[in-house]
């Protein structure tokens, strides 16, 4: 089984601060990693995924974040925050199955993050 | 292009009476996902569908929940005899690929059940 936690519910950073959203995940074989944003009464957007390679990906909005295996962590981050990016923040997680098939994305419980000006 | 769509976007029902919920997946995609948030948590998998293949309905909570996708595109999800616990958002998402994909959301229906 896959799991993702998000140990914060809230966050908050004031306006042009760096931010952290903390993610830790557990799966079986080569993790799958993605952050999605949801704003008020819209879908998840996709920020950005961890699939292998460099252990730091760019994503949309000058969002990244770190893959590390040994703490099974896939922290978000940004330099410099903005009230815009006030939303909330889902971590998932897949994995590859031999079949290359897709198979659903384990979300964890998100994370509110609010920029304040 | 045209991203993923769902209808309608809000829903308000009674108890007891059944409902049907519409995704459009983006064109050419392959597999297609049902997923409920319900207030408060995070997204709960229903069920998936990948081409021709039988779908996988591990996650829909009991037998009143049903799906199909006629022609490998549009998807309906029917709930039947509705309860106050099945009111959440109900999320539809599409991708092209395999489980290295990001999975493109809908907008939600939100389904109110009085």
């Known amino acids: 089984a896959q799991s993702v936690a998000q140990p914060e519910d809230q966050v908050n950073v004031a306006e042009g601060n760096p931010l952290t959203v903390k993610c830790t995940y557990s799966v079986s074989g080569n993790p799958y990693l993605f952050w999605y944003v949801q704003y008020p009464n819209r879908g998840l957007q996709f920020l950005l995924k961890?699939?292998?390679?460099?252990?730091l990906v760019k994503g949309s909005y000058g969002f990244e974040a770190e893959f590390n295996k040994s703490q099974t962590s896939f922290h978000l981050k940004k330099p410099s925050a903005l009230v815009s990016d006030s939303a909330l923040y889902f971590c998932?997680?897949?994995?590859?199955?031999?079949?290359?098939?897709?198979?659903?994305?384990?979300f964890g419980s998100g994370t509110q993050l609010t920029v304040l000006p | 292009g045209a991203g993923v769509s769902q209808s309608p976007s809000n829903k308000v029902t009674e108890k007891g009476k059944d409902v049907e919920l519409r995704c459009d997946p983006i064109?050419?995609?392959?597999?297609l996902y049902w997923y409920r948030q319900s207030l408060g948590q995070g997204l709960e998998f229903l069920i998936y569908f990948q081409g021709n293949s039988a779908p996988d309905k591990s996650g829909l909570p009991s037998d009143r929940f049903s799906a199909e996708r006629t022609g490998g595109s549009v998807s309906t999800l029917t709930i039947q005899r509705t309860q106050q616990e099945d009111s959440a958002v109900y999320l539809c998402a599409s991708t092209s690929g395999g489980s290295s994909y990001e999975q493109y959301f809908g907008p939600g229906t939100r389904l109110t059940v009085t």
């Open positions: 064109s050419g995609h392959t597999a």
């Open positions: 961890y699939i292998t390679g460099d252990n």
């Open positions: 998932a997680v897949n994995s590859y199955r031999s079949s290359g098939s897709a198979r659903q994305l384990t």
